[in-house]
């Protein structure tokens, strides 16, 4: 058995004050409980779509709590049938991580399933799913600065899709956000340590090596964005919004681009998925509150009907597209948002330096004899790579 | 005042017989009063002393007594004061103030019993002038009376005589219900109903009848009964009283009722059981008896011996409440002064009640007086309420009227939480009912009651629920044998979300559910032994599943609206209350539902052997308007059986089957104030229930003793798959999975009704599973085997204790104890799209920790002027005193990839709270 404890920060002056307040709100804090257990269990993360590519399906175990990630299923058969004689098998190019050889796209008409026989001789079998749609497009995708729900000031992301033939109804969004980041205390040398000697620790101010001012980092949604036409009067969104950032989120600070994709998901995949969404959100009131529990995707084991695994197969029609902004298009002359953190240089000198330098976490932002020497800033300060790639993206357009 | 026109009637020969068998007693007592005195005797003998406590002086008395008759005793004892005293044949010894009482009628006032022969003298009630010494007191003592019905005649000697009569109060003429007769020594007892009236047996000669109920005068009278007779009582009302029986619970109505598993509640019950932010409410009471719990603090609904929240039919003057309370199940939805009394029927359900498969809320209101103007007013610190009763004709009609309101917005703005400062929470209802008795024959209740619920959790949404509830109600008296009451109720539920905060995305949504009942019961009392209940019912629902409009004109919401579902309920009902003979009891009910879904409708047809989704749907059919499309229905059996192994000592046992054709539509362990009902239909089955009980039952001097057992197996219970989208669903089928429900336990129950020290015990231990079984994985919860259910709680304690300092003040405490209800935990986590989630357990294989709270309260009455304009009365209570942060539910959220546990709690802290309440 397995143990784990979770405890976090206390609200208690909020629970008061609900408390009195009646109830409505009740009260939420962090669990004091213990809670035990660990199932391990197979997890299919497989999505096959109209694009010619070689498809990608992720095998691997569900992980305990205190673990990082999971482990890949490795050395598994997989291979996808199309109902119609056609087969694709997929090679395991890394750990967990089967591709289709050849390419293939997903056509209309076909009856997909997927079969898994694992390394210890398991074998499992998807139901049949068909693609959706024969194809999909974001008709826009755009930019505003816009306010949300909340009130909040900031650059929300629009996307506007039509299905004339009403085919669609069921639809998800992903996106891959990247951004500049110029590190602020950012200067051209570093400072390193050369020797010990009896007098004390003696550096060396060099020369920089590798691009450290300008860099790009990169991000993923965090939540399932899943939303149907089903109850508007055409198969039509329009200014759905995918994203918001906050006006004072450094992300927009200087310039952005935006990947958002959408699938056209069938109708089990969708509930699926907004099942899997309904789990992992918190409860919007006390008395609101999902059923959870094991959520069955259509992966079955062909020999003990009794086992649980989880994911899903799932057949998907999918378009693209990127926009970039500049922070200057939208907020001309005004101040930008604040630094990821805030940023300083202090001084350091001998012992400490050496053990600033030692922990890693500082970089020199100048060497000025008449400030007491090496004026120290954070990483994310002075050197843009602690917060993404100093490697320009190849769809990157200034 | 006519009710000192006392009359004392004793044969003398009986009193005789007393007075040979003279004993003698010893007593040395030091420090003691005379109550205590007494009591020693009547350890001591067989003597039996009634009186009234108040006449005592309570200074402390140094007495010694050595081998003296208790008569010498008690002349010594009361020498220098105004207590007479009278001892009869059976050793009953009665004090009475100022009057005395003679054993010796004047000569001639009787013919000797034994010289009677055949002579046939019926029904005779005699009564004679008073025989008193001293002169009357007008004030409130009252004297023990004696009345002589029949004569003894050696050829006719029954053994069991029935008496009956009607009991009302003096002082507004209307009558008493749930007044309870009783003989104590005997441990025989009756109940008056609805209209006062009363049926006894009574063994021939003479017999104590002493009546008790909440805020009426106890009485007691000397009863010698030799033939079938009429008795009626005038009673007066009694506020002293009020708090002194804590439950009304009649004395031998636990052993000797019929049915399993039945509790009365009067409101005034509630009034010492310490309060929530100062409100009484019967139906948390209900929720400390065994076998109902909640599903959580402050929530709504109740699970009866296992069942769901939606299985309990919830009944105000026979009209259906939907939602019986405000605030989330905080507070009752009914003014607590309107309420007279809640009958819960949990085992054996009445076969004129059918429709929802787990219990009976029986909840009637008051009627008002028809003689006196009277208010009862209570100012709490988050609501405040009012009833006042106006007499309409002399004693002929009367309207009551009540009003009750939450002030909690002003709280909610005063706080410095900032998203609360937008909140709004607030709540009323109203209530009035007007009774009158037309003539001896016929009488005519109508009720009409409205509950209004509004508030906003969020800035953008505005939520808003209300009931209406309409009841008419004919009692007409067909003859001697035969009575009838014609019923007709209009139920109305709705709730409206109003979501304006989005830029294009704003509406309005509602749901609405109607129903209309006729209802024609009659009953006829066949023979002594035969009592007959029947009669015809028919319910017509109507329910707006649920439609949603955009708010503006700029918000592209589609507007949608589930068709109406419309459906017929009707039932035939007959029972027999069969007396086999004295030991055995038995009530035979048979309900035959008939259950019709009506048109216009549009039903889909799935694919066989395929699971319910949107991908098979096979075709559709669609029904024109009042068209039958489905119908489902069956018998119901209400058998239950009572065996009296000695007078005070019963075993019961009961069979119950039950259907129930609307369903609430709720993936919440608890009820929600969105929670929306669905008929059945083509695709939506009723839900079936079978239960078995057995108690047995055991009255110990005070002390009311049951222990029952049940065992139920339902069907096609509702339950949901993970995540399920509710509302505004047209094919709610998809989500829908119905399984088998199996539930057993046991439930112990303690009560003490009398005394200083008064309240109740109860204890069940029992299990509630469900079994969500299905050919496809999809439609299977834990690989189709039975799993606990989400109120499988097998651990219930409650106690309930006052304690009465004085007669102004009083204490109350309340503790609760439950095992944690089942929860479903992650077992890990797993990366799936590139986004880290939670694997969950199978179903509720976990649970939360064990439920624990213990509530205190302190009742401060006025004083006892009699002519004061008003009663009034404080109370103060603490809620939660041991602040116990008792988690209502726990779940987990996935956020930035970390997975956090988190608890939901209501009551973190203590909450103290201060209620004045008075009544004129």
């Known amino acids: ?398 | 005042m006519r009710s000192i026109t006392t009359i004392v009637l004793l044969l003398c020969f009986t009193f005789l017989m007393g007075q040979e068998e003279e004993r003698k007693v010893s007593l040395e007592i030091q420090n003691k009063s005379i109550t205590e005195l007494l009591s020693e005797i009547e350890q001591e003998t067989d003597f039996q002393f009634y009186y009234a406590e108040q006449w005592l002086d309570t200074t402390a008395l140094d007495k010694s007594y050595k081998n003296e008759s208790v008569e010498t005793i008690l002349t010594d004892l009361f020498q220098n004061t105004q207590i007479n005293f009278f001892i009869t044949w059976d050793d009953r010894v009665i004090l009475t103030r100022n009057n005395s009482i003679y054993g010796n009628l004047p000569e001639g006032f009787f013919t000797k019993p034994e010289q009677v022969e055949t002579e046939e003298i019926l029904q005779e009630n005699v009564s004679a002038g008073p025989i008193l010494l001293g002169k009357q007191n007008d004030g409130p003592d009252k004297v023990l009376e004696t009345i002589r019905i029949g004569r003894e005649r050696k050829t006719n000697r029954r053994d069991q005589l029935t008496l009956s009569g009607y009991v009302t109060n003096t002082s507004t003429g209307e009558p008493i219900a749930n007044l309870a007769i009783v003989v104590r020594k005997l441990n025989i007892g009756a109940v008056t109903d609805n209209t006062g009236f009363y049926e006894i047996k009574l063994p021939s000669g003479l017999n104590v009848l002493e009546t008790s109920s909440m805020g009426v005068e106890s009485s007691r009278r000397n009863v010698i009964i030799y033939d079938n007779g009429k008795l009626d009582f005038n009673l007066e009302e009694n506020f002293e009283q009020l708090d002194e029986v804590v439950v009304a619970a009649d004395a031998t109505r636990n052993v000797e009722d019929t049915s399993t598993g039945n509790t009365r509640i009067g409101s005034e019950a509630s009034k010492n059981i310490p309060l929530v932010l100062g409100e009484r409410d019967v139906l948390k009471i209900a929720t400390t008896l065994p076998g109902v719990s909640t599903a959580g603090e402050g929530s709504a609904g109740f699970n009866v011996r296992g069942g769901k929240t939606d299985q309990n039919l919830i009944l105000l003057d026979n009209a259906v409440i939907y939602n019986p309370t405000h605030f989330f199940g905080f507070f009752q939805a009914f003014n607590p002064f309107a309420i007279n009394d809640l009958n819960i029927y949990k085992g054996s359900i009445p076969a004129e009640f059918g429709g929802r498969l787990s219990s009976v809320f029986d909840i009637s209101s008051k009627d008002a007086s028809n003689t006196k103007f009277k208010g009862e007013v209570s100012v709490g610190p988050v609501t405040s309420n009012a009833v006042v009763e106006i007499p309409l004709a002399q004693e002929k009609a009367g309207l009551m009227v009540g009003a009750r309101g939450a002030y909690s917005d002003w709280i909610l703005r005063s706080l410095d939480e900032e998203n609360l400062n937008n909140s709004q929470a607030s709540f009323y209802d109203f209530i009035t009912k007007y009774n009158h008795k037309i003539n001896d024959n016929n009488e005519l209740r109508a009720t009409a009651y409205y509950t209004r619920d509004i508030f906003s959790i969020t800035s953008d949404s505005l939520f808003d629920y209300s009931n209406r509830l309409l009841s008419l109600q004919w009692n007409r008296k067909l003859s001697e044998k035969s009575s009838g009451t014609l019923m007709l109720n209009n139920s109305q539920y709705k709730f409206n979300i109003d979501f304006d905060g989005s830029t294009n995305r704003n509406f309005e949504q509602g749901f609405q559910i109607d129903e209309t009942e006729l209802k024609l019961q009659l009953k006829y009392l066949l023979k002594e032994s035969h009592t007959i209940d029947y009669g015809i019912s028919g319910k017509l629902y109507s329910v707006l599943p649920g439609e949603i409009a955009p708010k503006g004109s700029n918000d592209i919401i589609q507007p949608l609206a589930v068709p109406e579902e419309r459906a017929l309920e009707s039932a035939l009902f007959v029972s027999d209350n069969y007396k086999v003979n004295e030991k055995l009891q038995l009530d035979l009910g048979l309900r035959y539902s008939f259950y019709a879904a009506l048109g216009p409708s549009t039903q889909r047809i799935y694919r066989e052997g395929a699971p319910r989704t949107d991908a098979n749907v096979a075709g559709s059919e669609t029904f024109d308007n009042n068209e039958i499309f489905e119908t489902y229905g069956g018998p119901e059996a209400r058998i239950s059986a009572r065996y009296l192994l000695n007078d005070s000592l019963s075993i019961k046992a009961s069979f119950n089957n039950t259907y129930q054709f609307i369903h609430t539509l709720s993936n919440n362990t608890t009820v929600s104030p969105v929670d929306t009902w669905k008929l059945s239909d083509r695709n939506i089955e009723p839900q079936q229930a079978n239960q078995f009980s057995l108690g047995i039952y055991k009255n110990i001097k005070e002390y009311e003793l049951s222990l029952e057992g049940f065992y139920k197996r339902q069907n096609n219970i509702i339950d949901f798959k993970t995540g399920a989208q509710l509302f505004l669903n047209e094919n709610i089928e998809t989500e829908v999975l119905q399984g088998k429900g199996k539930a057993y336990g046991v439930e112990l129950l303690i009560r003490k009704n009398r005394g200083k020290l008064n309240g109740w015990l109860g204890y069940t231990y029992s299990r509630s599973f469900f079994q969500l079984d299905s050919e496809f994985p999809q439609e299977r919860v834990n690989d189709g085997e039975f799993f606990p259910s989400n109120f499988d709680k097998p651990h219930d304690l409650s106690l309930v204790l006052n304690y009465k300092l004085t007669r102004r003040f009083s204490f109350s405490g309340n503790f609760v104890y439950q095992t944690g209800r089942p929860v479903t935990f992650p077992v890990g986590n797993y990366e799936f799209n590139g986004n880290e989630f939670v694997l969950y357990s199978e179903r509720n294989q976990f649970r939360i920790p064990d439920f624990y709270r213990l509530d205190i309260g302190f009742n401060i009455e006025g004083n006892h002027k009699i002519k004061k304009f008003a009663h009034s009365f404080w109370t103060i209570s603490v809620y939660n005193v041991l602040g116990r942060n008792n988690p209502y539910s726990v779940f987990f959220v996935s956020q930035d990839g970390e997975i956090e546990a988190l608890q939901s709690s209501i009551f973190t802290i203590p909450i103290p709270s201060i209620t004045y309440n008075f009544r004129f």
Request: hydrophobic share 35%.
């Open chain 1, 1 to 398: 058995m397995y143990a784990t404890t979770i405890h976090k920060k206390q609200f208690p002056v909020q629970c008061i004050g609900m408390a009195l307040l009646l109830w409505i709100f009740g009260c939420t804090e962090p669990f004091e409980g213990t809670v035990e257990g660990f199932e391990d269990v197979l997890v299919v993360d497989a999505l096959i779509t109209n694009e010619n590519k070689r498809q990608e399906i992720r095998l691997t175990r569900s992980f305990r709590f205190d673990e990082d990630g999971p482990q890949a299923e490795e050395n598994a058969n997989v291979t996808v049938e199309d109902g119609e004689g056609g087969q694709f098998v997929f090679d395991e190019e890394e750990p967990g991580i089967y591709l289709s050889n050849p390419p293939f796209s997903a056509e209309m008409g076909k009856a997909y399933s997927l079969s898994i026989t694992t390394e210890d001789g398991r074998s499992y079998r998807s139901d049949t799913i068909q693609l959706p749609t024969a194809s999909t497009t974001i008709d826009e995708l755009y930019a505003e600065r816009t306010a949300n729900d909340q009130g909040e000031e900031g650059m929300g992301i629009f996307v506007d899709t039509f299905d004339p033939s009403r085919q669609s109804n069921y639809y998800r969004y992903e996106y891959e956000e990247t951004f500049k980041i110029i590190a602020p205390l950012w200067g051209p040398n570093d400072v390193v340590f050369i020797i010990q000697l009896s007098t004390g620790p003696v550096f060396e101010v060099i020369l920089r090596e590798r691009e450290e001012r300008t860099c790009y980092g990169t991000d993923r949604e965090k939540t399932i964005e899943v939303v149907n036409t089903l109850n508007l009067s055409e198969d039509r969104l329009s200014r759905y919004p995918v994203r918001f950032i906050n006006r004072n989120n450094y992300i927009l600070s200087h310039r952005y681009s935006i990947l958002v994709r959408q699938y056209v998901q069938t109708p089990e995949a969708f509930d699926y998925y907004e099942a899997l969404k309904g789990l992992s959100q918190s409860p919007n009131s006390v008395f609101t509150e999902d059923q959870p529990g094991f959520l069955p995707g259509n992966i079955f084991s062909v020999d003990n009907e009794d086992e649980n695994i989880a994911g899903f197969f799932e057949v998907a029609a999918i378009d693209e597209k990127r926009i970039f902004f500049s922070y200057e298009d939208f907020f001309p002359g005004e101040e930008l948002p604040p630094y990821i953190q805030e940023c300083i240089g202090s001084p350091a000198f001998g012992e400490d330096l050496k053990g600033i330098l030692d922990r890693g976490n500082s970089v020199l932002y100048k060497f000025d004899p008449s400030q007491g020497g090496y004026l120290m800033t954070p990483s994310a300060c002075g050197d843009c790579t602690a917060l993404g790639s100093n490697k320009v993206p190849d769809f990157w357009i200034e």
